[in-house]
């Protein structure tokens, strides 16, 4: 199991960068394939979430540069600007990365439940584009039982945290009564769906949903209670919102400084408190220039969210308890694998050289040769096949100086110093 991750996150790079070399849903199938094709590898994946980008490869040619090349130049970024965020894990290093990850023990967010479903897309999305090979079916289902388990024995999972909650935590503290103000949710995916059930819980009573499709909006909207509305009605819905949060999937900011100013100028200069949730940017950076605007990226989060973690650190430390026990015993079971297939291919290799020396020696007893000539023959033959690969390996090894491999030999062989008496 040659593994490779390839990749950058919240700790090791700014939103900024992030939000460059994020791919978007429709952009995956077609980067799967070109990365395939760029890399001669068989096996990828492709995990892009507002926190992370991260490429797991099954990588026998040890094609590394290739794959950090290639994300720089799909996203038209030059080398240098990935080079000093970007990690690279090699077989080891990958499978304990990617249990903590779907853990949710990399998350921003300590224990977050929303990651490993974003694990199992990635991986389904490799299927479905023909990049999930047995190798990392077999590392991905691994992978579940392993954070089914970190939630199901420690306590990790309990009173769960999120992005969502946070945002919605934070917004309770700038406004006494959330149930007076008006609420304004750019987007209708699984983080504002989220976010939507928080506001309710804290008391929101008057949501919209704004979203660039009308009936994704609608059909979220009758869940929470809310109004729909398209993005094209956003500059008219500012003028009333208090509290907007947006988390698309769009690749270009959804909200421009301009359009916020004349809003904000229309509320008589009362405040509204946004948070950018989205990966890449929804809302332009540079609307929090303006005064009168409380403006937070995801990033602007990690920081409260570090002082919230403190009382998750028991449950941290056995949920690592439980991944590092994990990594050892996947490790041994994958080198058991090994052993198995290079049993299988030797004991084929000499299956089919018996049925070909067999069918030779058979063809000659039917036209009448002498039947101890015959097996004499077939014996000479199979001696000479067999041992023909291992001679040639063995002279090769004590020309290079390489007497582990004669040593290696000599105990498969049980071959004594003497020069090999039968023990059998």
């Known amino acids: ?31 799967l394939r070109d990365l395939k094709a760029a890399a001669q590898m068989e096996e990828l994946a492709i995990l892009s979430t507002c926190n992370r980008t991260e490429i797991y490869a099954v990588n026998p040619r040890k094609e590394t540069s290739t794959v950090v090349e290639w994300l720089a130049a799909y996203h038209d970024l030059p080398l240098g600007e990935l080079m000093n965020s970007i990690y690279v894990h090699d077989t080891d290093a990958s499978l304990r ?11 921003m967010v300590l224990g977050e439940p929303q990651i490993l479903g974003q694990v199992k897309d990635c ?20 992978t579940y039982r392993v954070a089914k388990r970190v939630r199901s024995n420690t306590a990790i999972g309990q009173t769960p945290v999120s992005v969502a909650s946070i945002a919605v935590d934070l917004a309770r503290q700038l406004f006494s009564d959330i149930g007076r103000c008006h609420v304004t949710l750019i987007g209708a ?21 704004a979203n660039r499709t009308l009936a994704n909006a609608t059909s979220l909207a009758d869940e929470l209670d809310g109004d729909a509305a398209t993005l094209s009605e956003l500059p008219a819905l500012l003028v009333d919102t ?13 909200l421009g400084k301009g359009t916020v100013e004349r809003a904000v100028k229309e509320r008589r200069h009362k405040p509204i408190f946004m948070v950018d949730l989205a990966v890449p940017r929804d809302i332009e950076p540079e609307i929090s220039e303006l005064a009168d605007v ?53 004991r ?30 077939l014996a000479n033959q199979l001696t000479n096949k067999i041992i023909h690969t291992p001679s040639v390996r063995i002279k090769e090894a004590s020309t290079q100086g390489q007497n582990d491999i004669i040593r290696a030999v000599s105990q498969l062989y049980e071959l004594d110093d003497e020069g090999g008496n039968d023990q059998t």
């Open 123 to 142: 991986f389904a999305q490799a299927k479905a584009n023909g990049t999930l090979g047995p190798t990392l079916d077999r590392l991905s289902q691994n």
């Open 1 to 31: 199991m040659d593994l490779l991750t390839v990749g950058i996150n919240h700790r090791t790079a700014p939103v900024a960068l992030r939000e460059k070399i994020a791919f978007t849903a429709e952009q995956l199938g077609e980067a």
């Open 189 to 209: 995916g699984e983080t504002i769906e989220l976010v939507g059930r928080h506001l309710r819980q804290a008391g929101a009573r008057h949501l919209v949903i």
């Open 242 to 254: 208090d509290i907007l949060i947006a988390s698309t999937g769009s690749q270009l900011p959804i």
């Open 348 to 377: 084929k290799r000499h299956e089919r050289l018996k049925e070909q020396e067999l069918e030779r020696a058979l063809a000659r007893l039917a036209k009448g040769e002498d039947p101890e000539r015959v097996l004499t023959g």
């Open 97 to 107: 990365h990617l249990l903590r990850v779907a853990a949710g023990l990399d998350s």
């Open 294 to 346: 409380y403006l937070y990226s995801i990033d602007d989060l990690e920081q409260i969210i570090a002082g919230n973690m403190s009382n998750r650190a028991e449950a941290a430390a056995e949920a690592e308890t439980i991944v590092d026990e994990a990594v050892v015993q996947l490790l041994a079971i994958d080198k058991s694998l090994d052993a198995v297939d290079v049993l299988v291919n030797f």
